[in-house]
């Protein structure tokens, strides 16, 4: 049976949405391409319909989640610089990694994928501290080359909090760890 093209687009964003949250939740390496197709209700063979291979559909869904700032940035609520920050080093970030960024819950895992997923997740990244170096521009009205030195920063101590609060097991420490980054990230006189 044929499909027609928007089935299969459709398709496709399915199988994305699917693997980008799996991959935040379980890793890289931590979930298979059959148990994904089962997932979306699709046989194994189904998948090079869509995808040439397994690394470039983690290229794809790591470049879909980090999305995640932009989408937040085009629509809904206006999005502040003290607002990404509080909701990045949030207990339901921490929490729910699965709908979460992906570098916060992947980086060592990216660190060692293939050159392309390494070229998407530097091109979104690099993406994502501009969105920031223009949300501390806004806030504190300075120009864009002031505002990325502190748009890098930011951006690495919110995902090496993320990651530690994760990695911990206490809960009050995690707790500390998120209100103390978030605190000094929006005032770094303290």
């Known amino acids: 049976m044929r499909h027609s093209k928007t089935e299969k687009a459709n398709t496709r964003k399915r199988i994305v949405t699917i693997a980008a949250k799996k991959f935040r939740e379980e890793g890289l390496g931590g979930i298979g391409i059959a148990d994904l197709m089962k997932e979306a209700g699709l ?8 995808f040439k291979s397994r690394d470039a559909l983690v290229a794809e869904a790591i470049g879909s989640a980090l999305e995640m700032w932009k989408d937040a940035a085009a629509g ?3 999005i502040t610089y003290e ?3 509080d909701d990045y080093l949030s207990e339901a970030h921490r929490d729910h990694p699965g709908t979460g960024c992906p ?7 990216l660190a060692r994928s293939d050159k392309h997923t390494r070229a998407v997740t530097t091109r979104k990244i690099r ?9 501390i521009r806004d806030s504190n009205k300075t120009d864009m080359d002031t505002a990325r030195s502190p748009a890098v920063m930011a951006y690495c101590a919110m995902v090496g909090a993320i990651s ?9 420490l995690s ?3 998120l ?10 006189t303290l």
Not at 43 to 50: A, E, L, R, S
Not at 103 to 109: T, W, Y
Not at 164 to 172: I, P
Not at 180 to 187: D, M, P, S, W
């Open 103 to 109: 570098v916060g819950a992947l980086a060592g895992d």
């Open 179 to 188: 209100k103390t980054v978030a605190q000094r990230l929006k005032n770094p």
């Open 76 to 78: 809904g609520p206006r």
């Open 175 to 177: 707790r500390e760890i």
């Open 164 to 172: 530690m609060a994760r990695a911990v097991s206490d809960k009050e």
């Open 83 to 85: 607002s990404l920050v």
């Open 43 to 50: 046989t194994v063979g189904g998948f090079y319909k869509h």
């Open 127 to 135: 993406d994502n501290v501009e969105l920031l170096a223009a949300l």
